[in-house]
C-alpha cells in the first residue's frame, strides 16, 4: 500500500499543473459511499500536502479541489441513500463492514445533524454517514449546512496537516543534518 501511495504522490508532483484536479477526484472518491472504504484518498491528501511544505505544490488549487470533490461526492452519496435506502446496505463492500453502518447509525442517533459534519474527519462514518443521512430523509437543507462546512474544513485540515508535518520534518533535518 505503501508503494501505492508513494506512486500517486509522485504522479501529483510531477503534473503540478493538475494538482487541483487530482484533489477533486481523491476527495470525490473519498466521500462517496462504497469507494470510500477502498481508496485511501485522506493518505494521499495528506502526502499532497507534504509537497506544499517544499514548495512543489501550491494549496489553493489542492483545498479548492478537494472541498468541491468532497461536496461531489457526499452529495452523490446522499442522493444514492435518498433513492435507494437501505438496499445499498447489502450490497458490497458495505456488508462487508457491518460495523460501519453501526457506527454510522450509533453517531446519527447521538449528534443528529451534526454527524454529516464531523463525518468527513472519520473514515469508518465517513463511507456510510452520507449515504444514512439520505436514508433517512433528512431535509436537504439541513444536509447541505453540514456539509458545506464539513467539505470546505476537510479539504483544508488534511492537506494542510501534511504540509505542517512536512515543514516540521524539514525543520528537523535542517537542525540535525544543517542546511
Same mark, same amino acid.
Given at each position: ?6 506512486? /500517486?504522490?509522485?504522479?501529483? %508532483? ?13 476527495? $470525490?472518491? !473519498?466521500? /462517496? ?10 493518505? /494521499?491528501? /495528506?502526502? #499532497?500536502?507534504? $509537497?506544499?511544505?517544499?514548495? =512543489?505544490?501550491?494549496?489553493? +488549487?489542492?483545498?479548492?479541489? =478537494? ?8 452529495? $452523490?452519496?446522499?442522493?444514492? &441513500? ?10 458490497? +463492500?458495505?456488508?462487508?463492514? +457491518? !460495523? ?11 449528534? =443528529? ?5 464531523? &463525518? ?7 463511507? #456510510?454517514?452520507? $449515504? ?6 433528512? +431535509? ?22 501534511? !504540509?505542517?508535518?512536512? %515543514? ?10 544543517? &542546511?
Amino acid at each position: 500500500m505503501d508503494q501505492i501511495l508513494d506512486a /500517486i504522490v509522485a504522479f501529483v %508532483s510531477a503534473h503540478r499543473a493538475w494538482a487541483g484536479y487530482l484533489a477533486f477526484v481523491f476527495a $470525490l472518491c !473519498e466521500t /462517496i459511499a462504497f469507494i470510500s472504504i477502498l481508496i485511501p484518498s485522506t493518505a /494521499i491528501l /495528506i502526502g #499532497v500536502g507534504a $509537497l506544499v511544505a517544499t514548495g =512543489g505544490l501550491d494549496f489553493t +488549487p489542492i483545498w479548492v479541489g =478537494g472541498a468541491l470533490g468532497a461536496l461531489a461526492g457526499s452529495n $452523490l452519496s446522499y442522493w444514492l &441513500g435518498w433513492r435507494y435506502g437501505g438496499r445499498l446496505l447489502a450490497l458490497p +463492500p458495505l456488508n462487508r463492514y +457491518p !460495523e460501519f453502518v453501526d457506527s454510522g447509525t450509533a453517531a446519527f442517533a447521538r449528534w =443528529g445533524a451534526v454527524t454529516v459534519l464531523i &463525518g468527513h474527519f472519520f473514515g469508518p462514518l465517513r463511507s #456510510v454517514v452520507f $449515504l444514512m443521512s439520505g436514508m433517512a430523509r433528512m +431535509p436537504l437543507w439541513q444536509f447541505q449546512a453540514f456539509n458545506l462546512l464539513g467539505a470546505v474544513a476537510w479539504a483544508w485540515a488534511i492537506p494542510k496537516s501534511g !504540509e505542517l508535518g512536512g %515543514s516540521a520534518l524539514g525543520h528537523i533535518w535542517s537542525l540535525v543534518f544543517g &542546511g
